[in-house]
């Protein structure tokens, strides 16, 4: 309990200096690699219940003096098998889901869900390190999941027909879980949507992670709350949804091995357009030096551009979204 206590006080008091945890602190006590591995199967699988329960991690001073993450375990509401289409509950295959998963179930605004994964994803050796075994191991994994899938369907075939003879009242109904699912009308077709949703999600997460994947840094300053201290790693939330927090200004850092950068230009009520400005690069520190894009004067972006440049924009593309208040998510 001690250990855990101690990961849960360093996750949540980041560096007034550089926005994230101490690293150095956290990494001494957990073993990292495992952590990251049980963060991709989460994060294939869009478990919505890894920031609500069932979350396991071990320690045995036989082994080492490292908290590990794991055994995985009950993932009945994954792989979009709790929802039909929302991304809160993990129906969508082109989400950076469990790094963000404690703002997508809005949850934490009552303090009821546990944010140790966007926490953990905030700090670029984390990211970096994940980046690395993604490339590893994890991205040729995924492609040798979809014919496994093919290959496990035809050999319980058999077994199918038996239990949907006996449950006859299951297909094509709602699920007993959750109204937002309802289940197709064959067992066939149940188990080739499992193979699109998996296919569709390796294909989202090979085209945003692995081996020297660049990282882009920022931070927020929100409406009533001021500069928010943690900074956020590629693909995570710059700000919040659904606690009516509007984002009033952003600094972006972007590092890595591909030369090049990352230039914002935002319109800010009542201004209008504040001009492009380029993003910080190499892990500058502290974070509060990165160039400000908007106006913390009270003004809220209401529209973004971004663009690369250098080599980044011949060997990478940028894709980003916006929220809207009383419209939700942008494409």
């Known amino acids: 309990v001690s250990k855990l206590k101690q990961v849960d006080t360093l996750l949540s008091t980041p560096s007034t200096t550089t926005g994230k945890a101490d690293w150095a602190a956290i990494s001494a006590l957990i073993d990292v690699d495992s952590f990251i591995k049980y963060y991709w199967v989460q994060e294939l699988a869009e478990n919505p219940e890894v920031v609500k329960s069932s979350v396991f991690f071990w320690y045995d001073p ?8 794991g055994p995985i375990w009950d993932f009945d509401s994954g792989l979009k098998n709790y929802t039909t289409a929302r991304e809160d509950l993990g129906g969508q295959a082109d989400s950076d ?29 984390f990211a970096a390190r994940a980046n690395a075994v993604f490339g590893g ?47 197709a009308t064959t067992w066939s077709a149940e188990a080739q949507r499992l193979r699109t949703f998996v296919s569709d999600r390796s294909t989202f997460l090979k085209s945003t992670n692995g081996t020297g994947m660049p990282l882009l840094q920022g931070a927020g300053n929100l409406k009533g709350v001021g500069w928010n201290l943690a900074t956020v790693q590629t693909g995570q939330f710059i700000g919040t949804t659904g606690m009516s ?26 201004v209008g357009w504040l001009g492009y400005k380029t993003a910080a690069g190499n892990n500058v520190t502290p974070w509060t030096s990165w160039p400000q894009q908007g ?28 929220h809207v ?5 942008q494409p």
């Open 325 to 329: 208040a009383t419209l939700g998510w």
């Open 245 to 270: 927090q509007r984002l009033n200004a952003f600094r972006l850092n972007v590092s890595g091995p591909v030369a090049g950068g990352v230039t914002a230009n935002v319109h800010v009520a009542g």
């Open 137 to 183: 191991t994890v991205s040729d994994a995924l492609d040798r999941l979809t014919p496994r899938l093919s290959e496990l369907s035809t050999s319980i075939t058999a077994s199918a027909g038996a239990n949907f003879a006996k449950w006859t009242n299951v297909l094509g109904q709602p699920s007993p879980m959750s109204a937002n699912r309802v289940f």
């Open 62 to 69: 036989a082994v080492d003096t490292k908290l590990h993450a």
């Open 97 to 125: 889901y469990v790094k963000n998963a404690m703002y997508l179930r809005l949850g934490f605004a009552s303090g009821s869900l546990n944010p140790w994964y966007a926490r953990l994803y905030r700090n670029e050796e």
């Open 295 to 322: 106006t913390t004067a009270g003004n809220n972006i209401e529209a973004v551009q971004f663009q690369l440049t250098g080599a980044l924009a011949s060997s990478y593309s940028i894709q980003y979204r916006a």
